[in-house]
């Protein structure tokens, strides 16, 4: 028996109640998810309350050197973790893929476990003086999607714990097995019913994000998923933070040399086959490159290996699901009876399984062009031509989302100058998508509120007391 067996079998279901979860890649079914149900919430949100009390007392070093423990637990079986997620998700082994992603769950656990959040003095004049500490939340429900299922749960989930809270899990129901791999192992280190996870689909999400037995709801996911949240936090009033949907642009500015770039630029765009949230969804180059630029990419892609998760050497994989399979199909037969020119790509590669779709590059195309308006969240990029950078601005800033963006240029100056003028939460200059476990992330406009990562993040799953003396 595979090492891979014991994980899966510790957590998959039995086959005659379980929903059976295929891989990505081949359709072949890997295991069962449970079909939990809003009664098995309930029970898992009255758990929480009961463990969460006992794991607050217990020293932020205490509960740190469980977080490494975990990490610790999480390295010794991340080839495991990895092939459960390369299968379930699709995303190959290799490259910013897979193995990449649970070394990305030790890391971020072990920031969570290393960040120090000390009681802050806002007010001190001699004679009073006001601190502010940061307490435990209580429960936090922490609801994810399919593309980064592993890492996307260690960033609400490891904080939450750091600060003492209780922690509930609701997994895409496109990847229940990796998020349940991975908690097994946090589980193995905490109290009972401290950690659970509830496998389930939007209608339990649904139940969870209404559920007044929460005081902390962490959710990853689309935009309109997000606004009904929004609207569930009007009746428990649970504290939100919203990691929503990007459409993130990139701005070449004139007479940039990218040829050393280009791969930067080529993994801000396909990086998990497309589907993360802040990867360049629409990049906007000057005339003065264009071509070299479209040309490029075309190449870089052209070149890229592509197939199902477990083959070594793949660094692109499938489409997760038929839903986004279709809408990336969708979006780039629309660019086509527009008259946009495919330069690469633009149609599925059947020959490799039913939601593998070719990364595909798509010039001449404009604003008001469905692939360009709209997050495709796959291998499909358009690439649209500028001639003046106000304009260049004006258009990456007129979409409501605001995730990402980035700007590229041989003169950081001037692209720092151009930075400054993004609408986003994160603008990066010469790189798209570089993530650090310190560095706060997290979007304006649409793609949501609340930072995570670092002090900031701590916070986030925090309830601040003033003490006034
Ligand atoms: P989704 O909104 O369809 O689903 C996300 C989760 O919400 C799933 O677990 C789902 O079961 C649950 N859910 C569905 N309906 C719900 C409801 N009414 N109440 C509560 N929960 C509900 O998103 P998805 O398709 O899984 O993920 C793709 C989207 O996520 C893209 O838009 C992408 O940009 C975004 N995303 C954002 C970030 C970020 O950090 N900002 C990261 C990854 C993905």
Redo the contacts with the bound molecule.
């Keep these: 028996m595979s090492t891979t067996a014991t994980i899966l079998d510790a957590i998959s279901a039995d086959a005659s109640t379980g929903r059976p979860i295929p891989d990505a890649a081949t359709r072949e079914i890997i295991g069962y998810a449970p079909e939990h149900t809003v009664a098995d919430l309930d029970a898992a949100i009255a758990a929480a309350k009961a463990a969460q009390p006992a794991w607050a007392a217990l020293s932020h070093e205490e509960r740190s050197t469980i977080l490494h423990a975990i990490a610790d637990d999480i390295e010794a079986n991340a080839e495991e973790l990895a092939q459960i997620l390369s299968r379930e998700q699709g995303k190959p082994l290799d490259g910013p893929n897979a193995r990449f992603e649970v070394g990305a769950c030790a890391v971020w656990t072990r920031s969570a476990a290393d960040t120090v959040l000390e009681p802050e003095v806002v007010f001190e004049d001699g004679a009073a003086r006001a601190e502010i500490h940061y307490d435990a939340l209580g429960v936090v429900g922490a609801?994810?999607?399919?593309?980064?299922p592993m890492m996307?749960t260690v960033w609400q989930v490891a904080p939450s714990l750091r600060m003492g809270n209780a922690v509930v899990v609701?997994?895409?129901?496109?990847t229940p097995l990796s998020v349940m791999a991975l908690m097994e192992i946090f589980t193995r280190h905490l109290p009972d019913g401290l950690l659970t996870v509830i496998s389930g689909?939007?209608d339990v999400?649904?139940a969870?994000?209404a559920h007044s037995g929460l005081d902390k709801i962490m959710f990853?996911?689309?935009?309109?998923?997000g606004r009904?949240?929004v609207e569930s936090s009007a009746h428990n009033l649970a504290r939100l933070t919203l990691?929503?949907?990007?459409n993130d642009a990139g701005i070449v500015l004139p007479d940039t040399d990218m040829s050393g770039m280009m791969e930067d630029l080529f993994w801000g765009c396909f990086i998990n086959t497309g589907q993360t949230?802040?990867a360049l969804k629409r990049l906007y180059v000057h005339e003065s490159v264009y071509d070299d630029v479209v040309e490029g990419l075309a190449a870089m892609a052209a070149q890229m290996p592509m197939g199902p998760g477990l083959a070594g050497g793949n660094v692109l994989g499938p489409l997760q699901n038929e839903k986004q399979f279709q809408i990336v199909s969708d979006l780039v037969e629309d660019a086509k009876s527009r008259g946009a020119r495919v330069v690469v790509g633009g149609e599925p590669a059947a020959d490799l399984g039913p939601l593998f779709y070719r990364a595909t590059v798509v010039a001449d195309i404009d604003d008001g062009a469905r692939l360009v308006d709209e997050?495709q969240?796959g291998p499909a990029i358009p690439v649209i031509k500028y001639s003046d950078v106000d304009d260049a601005v004006r258009r990456a800033n007129a979409s409501e989302q605001g995730?990402g963006a980035s700007v590229w240029s041989n003169d950081p100056d001037e692209a720092f100058k151009v930075a400054t003028r993004l609408q986003a939460g994160t603008v990066w200059v010469n790189g798209h998508g570089g993530l650090n476990p310190a560095v706060p992330f997290g979007?304006t406009k649409a793609?949501?509120y609340g930072k995570e990562f670092g002090a900031h993040g701590l916070k986030a799953v925090a309830s601040p007391k003033v003490i006034s003396r």
């Design positions: 609801i994810g999607p399919w593309n980064w996307i609701k997994p895409s129901e496109f689909g939007r999400g649904a969870m994000a990853t996911g689309s935009t309109a998923t009904k949240i990691e929503l949907g990007g949230c802040a997050e969240f995730l979007g793609s949501g």
